[in-house]
């Protein structure tokens, strides 16, 4: 029960948070040509998981 109240949480402040800032990185590095438009299927969480990395790097270079 734990463990799916946890899964839901990640997923909706993960996916719902990072998903955007990801989606605008990765359309920009791609050229517009991923993530694809809504119909098609694609791997949020990747698309979540390049969002989340953004602020790391962008303080990192900063600091370098």
Request: net charge negative; glycine share 6%.
């Amino acid at each position: 029960m734990l463990d799916a109240i946890f899964s839901i949480l990640l997923e909706t402040l993960f996916v719902g948070v990072f998903y955007w800032p990801g989606w605008l990185v990765l359309s920009a590095i791609t050229l517009g040509r991923y993530p694809p438009q809504a119909p098609i299927p694609h791997n949020e969480y990747f698309v979540a998981t390049v969002g989340a990395a953004l602020p790391f790097t962008l303080i990192t270079i900063a600091l370098a």
